[in-house]
């Protein structure tokens, strides 16, 4: 027996996705609301790439949404059990329509899902470029629009094939698909694009941090901070696990056989893929004022944490003067950089 259904006897699976629709819900728009207060406040207005991040989160809540209601209904029982069981203890008035119901819900979450995870790419990678906005950066924000073009087109291309992959459409919801082009190849191209593209966002920035010679200058700042930087940056590693976790399960979900009870796992890991993306998108701008809060709550005694405050309070506003003084032609260079990217 499910939390969110309560099918008994029956088989029930459907808690691997509940539980994380649930926490979701409640943990990414905290997270996204976190990111855009934090702008607010170091920057006085949102950017192009938390607008992006909020859009994302838009569709990821619906989504998540979606799933739940699916659980309640018919997602993580067998498609023979439902069939079979007394309509009168169904939400619908036969199993078949339950199914058909619970699958329309599925088919609409894969669309979401796809957009989600396009935006999310895409936001990351328009962060790159406002923060890398020196003039040695060039060819690295070139390569980030590159990969932003591929992502739009990929994303675009993925929705109209999810869309039109039966034909007519409604025979993709309905408990006895038939005439579908090839899902398990689709499905696995569809995984290994974002895996590759995963990896290659998280590990894009480290030769921009480093510096490769006669390509990128790399930041002028102490390898502690560097390699400071370089963990921020690699947080969305932890998208890629999702990812090939995610890779995993879509053997069985892709034979369209029993798609109730063969997709939850795939369902779960989408659902941890697309959220952990948004979350661990917000994760390097919540870097500073996490360290400031934790420095506060770890620090000397009380009589000592005054002085210390004030003194950190100077420090800042001479990091911001420099920052955002425009009049020094420094910080078009590297020093002006990093300091943009202190953590």
Same mark, same amino acid.
């Given at each position: 027996?499910? #939390? !969110? %259904?309560?099918? @008994? +006897?029956l088989d029930d699976t459907s808690d691997r996705v509940a539980i994380p629709s649930l926490i979701f819900t409640i943990l990414t728009p905290l997270f996204v609301l976190a990111r855009c207060m934090t702008g607010r406040i170091q920057s006085g207005k949102l950017w192009t790439d938390d607008y992006l991040i909020i859009a994302a989160a838009s569709l990821t809540f619906p989504g998540n949404i979606l799933m739940i209601v699916a659980c309640s209904w018919g997602l993580g029982k067998h498609e023979r059990d439902l069939k079979t069981y007394p309509p009168e203890k169904l939400p619908f008035d036969s199993g078949e329509t339950l199914l058909q119901n619970t699958l329309r819900l599925y088919f609409a979450d894969q669309i979401l899902y796809q957009v989600c995870m396009g935006l999310f790419k895409t936001a990351v990678l328009i962060w790159y470029t406002r923060i890398f906005e020196t003039a040695n950066k060039k060819k690295f924000r070139r390569i980030c629009w590159s990969l932003v073009g591929v992502v739009a087109i990929f994303t675009t291309a993925s929705v109209f094939a999810t869309l039109f992959q039966c034909d007519p459409i409604n025979v993709a919801w309905l408990s006895k698909p038939a005439d579908c082009f090839d899902t398990n190849a689709y499905w696995y191209a569809r995984a290994y694009f974002n895996m590759v593209t995963y990896f290659i966002i998280a590990l894009l920035p480290m030769p921009s941090i480093f510096g490769i010679t006669g390509f990128i200058d790399g930041l002028q700042m102490s390898k502690k901070r560097m390699m400071s930087l370089c963990a921020l940056f690699a947080i969305e590693l932890f998208v890629c696990i999702a990812a090939v976790l995610r890779l995993r399960s879509i053997g069985p979900a892709a034979l369209m056989l029993d798609r109730t009870w063969n997709s939850i796992d795939l369902i779960m890991w989408s659902i941890i893929e697309d959220n952990m993306g948004i979350i661990c998108a917000c994760l390097p701008a919540l870097a500073k004022p996490t360290g400031r809060m934790l420095k506060r709550?770890?620090? $000397? +005694?009380k009589t000592s944490r005054r002085n210390s405050s004030? @003194?950190? !309070?100077? @420090?800042? %506003?001479?990091?911001?003067?420099? #920052?955002?003084s425009k009049a020094s $032609? %420094?910080?078009t260079g590297s020093l002006g950089n990093s300091e943009a990217l202190e953590v």
């Open positions: 027996m499910g #939390i !969110l %259904s309560n099918y @008994a +006897p709550m770890c620090g $000397p +005694p004030v @003194a950190t !309070l100077v @420090a800042d %506003s001479e990091v911001h003067e420099k #920052i955002w $032609p %420094s910080t």
